[in-house]
């Protein structure tokens, strides 16, 4: 339980602790001041009643980095929905990639935003595997390919067949890491796909292109043994994106249809 109590040297009793989570502080009548109380242990360290503490008393452990910059108390300021907008709407699936890895250090800036996307009761389960040996990659691909054609699917079969005798890879595209989201928890199905839509569009502001591989999930996430075998992984593979140096560009973003929405008619 990282949340250890609070620092009355500091706290000056503005009850915003309570504020933004009531369910393990409360006022305490007698002692006259705030209180945390977690006898169950039942506190999922989301972490709020720290970030929302102006006086920073809340006391703490095993945190982890805690980011401090003045933007985070208004996000707005950091980025114009315009540019968002932009941004979020020129993002295309890449399967094009320059020959060159990524450095460490990026795919290390991917996986630290990925860690800030929301969890269901902040349950923080998942684990990432990246394989980036192209022997390896083409492996994986030969697999999963074998896997698609022998299900005989029409929208695949012909194309795979012929994709398999020019040896061109239709699942990772030549890619130069493919990153699979896992985790043992049962419950992780969206958690890890919110991850990973924070990881492509993290990985779209250092240059970087990347593509949900739906066929290789659906491959491995159906198949233990091949799973196993190809990827090392235990427990439940929840999505699989490659990610790399874009070659593809696109001049115009392709139009998309509204969402179908009910209710805002109504408002103003
Ligand atoms: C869940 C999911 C699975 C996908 N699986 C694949 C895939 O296996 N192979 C592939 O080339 N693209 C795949 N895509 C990419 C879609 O084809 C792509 O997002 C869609 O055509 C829209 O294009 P855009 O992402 O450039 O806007 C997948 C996308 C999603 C969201």
Redesign the pocket.
């Known amino acids: 339980m990282p949340i250890l109590g609070i620092d009355y040297e500091k706290c000056n009793d503005c009850q915003i602790c309570y504020n933004a989570c009531y369910r393990y502080f409360r006022r305490d009548k007698e002692l006259n001041k705030m209180v945390f109380e977690d006898p169950n242990n039942l506190c999922d360290s989301c972490g709020r009643c720290i970030a929302r503490c102006k006086s920073d008393a809340i006391l703490y452990e095993n945190f982890g980095e805690f980011l401090t910059f003045e933007e985070a108390q208004n996000p707005s300021t950091l980025i114009s929905y315009d540019n968002m907008h932009k941004f979020m709407s020129a993002?295309?699936?890449?399967?094009g990639f320059k020959k060159k890895k990524v450095p460490k250090a990026d795919l290390k800036k991917v996986l630290d935003t990925m860690k800030y996307a929301p969890t269901g009761a902040n349950i923080r389960t998942l684990e990432c595997t990246i394989i980036s040996d192209n022997e390896k990659i083409k492996e994986l691909s030969g697999v999963v390919m074998d896997a698609i054609i022998a299900s005989r699917l029409p929208r695949y079969y012909e194309n795979f067949i012929k994709a398999k005798k020019y040896g061109i890879d239709?699942?990772f595209?030549n890619a130069p890491h493919v990153m699979i989201i896992h985790s043992e928890n049962p419950g992780d199905a969206m958690n890890s796909?919110i991850a990973l839509t924070y990881g492509m569009l993290c990985a779209q502001t250092l240059g970087l292109g990347s593509?949900?591989?739906?066929?290789?999930?659906?491959v491995l996430s159906s198949s233990k043994e091949i799973q196993e075998k190809y990827t090392g992984i235990q427990g439940i593979v929840w999505?699989?994106i490659i990610i790399g140096y874009p070659t593809q560009i696109?001049y115009r973003v392709?139009p998309?249809p509204d969402i179908k929405t009910k209710g805002l008619e109504e408002l103003e």
């Open positions: 993002k295309r699936s890449i399967r239709t699942i595209h796909t593509c949900w591989i739906g066929l290789a999930h659906g999505g699989v696109y392709p998309r």
